[in-house]
C-alpha cells in the first residue's frame, strides 16, 4: 500500500510541475514512436559535390525527450532518438544496408494556439551501415550532426502527433561521405 502511494506521487510530480509553469502545456517528458521516409545518399565519390542515392525506404524507431517551459508559449530540453533503418541497395553480388540511426540533441519549440507547435532540433547523429560482398560482410557507423524542423498538435490533454522533416551528415564510412535525409510522422505522449 505504501508503495503504491510512493509511486502514484512519483507519477503525479511531472503534471503538478506543468500546472505550476504558467499553462505551458507542451513541458514535460514525452515519448514517441516515429515512422520516417528516408533517403541515405553518399557523396564526393567521383568528384567534389556529386550526390548518389543509397535507396529510399522506411525507418521506423521512437524519441524521449524532455522540454522545459521558457515562459508560456516556449520551450527547450534534450532528446534522443533511435531508428531502425530497412533501406538496403544490392547489383546481385554487392549489397549496402543502412541499419539504424541514433540521435541526440536539444529541441526548441514555440506553441501555436493551444494545440499547436512548431518546432526545430539540432544534434549529434550516428548512422550504421552493412557491407558485404559475397561472405564478406562489415559494418562501420559515421557521426556527425543532424537537424529537423516540424509541426506538433495535441489531441487532447497529453497526446500529440507530429510531422517532421530532417537533414543529417553522418560524416565518412568506409572513406565515403554520408548523408541522410527524411520525412516522417510521430504519435507521442507527454507526462
Excluded: C
Excluded at 163 to 175: K, P, Q
Aim: charged share 20%.
Amino acid at each position: 500500500m505504501i508503495v503504491a502511494a510512493i509511486l502514484a506521487a512519483g507519477f503525479a510530480s511531472p503534471a503538478f510541475a506543468q500546472e505550476d509553469d504558467a499553462g505551458n502545456a507542451k513541458a514535460g517528458f514525452r515519448i514517441e514512436a516515429r515512422a520516417v521516409y528516408e533517403t541515405p545518399t553518399v557523396s564526393s565519390i567521383a568528384q567534389n559535390n556529386d550526390v548518389y542515392k543509397v535507396g529510399s525506404a522506411v525507418a521506423w524507431g521512437g524519441e524521449a525527450g524532455f522540454d522545459v517551459a521558457v515562459g508560456s508559449s516556449f520551450v527547450v530540453g534534450p532528446y534522443v532518438t533511435f531508428e531502425k533503418s530497412s533501406v538496403e541497395a544490392s547489383d546481385g553480388i554487392d549489397t549496402l544496408k543502412v541499419k539504424d540511426n541514433l540521435g541526440a540533441g536539444l529541441h526548441l519549440g514555440y506553441a501555436i494556439g493551444s494545440k499547436g507547435q512548431i518546432y526545430g532540433k539540432v544534434g549529434y547523429a550516428k548512422l550504421r551501415v552493412e557491407a558485404q560482398s559475397g561472405a564478406l560482410r562489415a559494418t562501420e557507423s559515421g557521426s556527425g550532426f543532424q537537424g529537423a524542423v516540424g509541426y506538433e498538435h495535441g489531441f487532447g490533454e497529453q497526446f500529440y502527433g507530429r510531422v517532421e522533416f530532417g537533414y543529417g551528415d553522418n560524416g565518412r564510412i568506409g572513406g565515403i561521405n554520408f548523408q541522410r535525409r527524411h520525412a516522417g510522422v510521430a504519435l507521442g505522449v507527454r507526462f
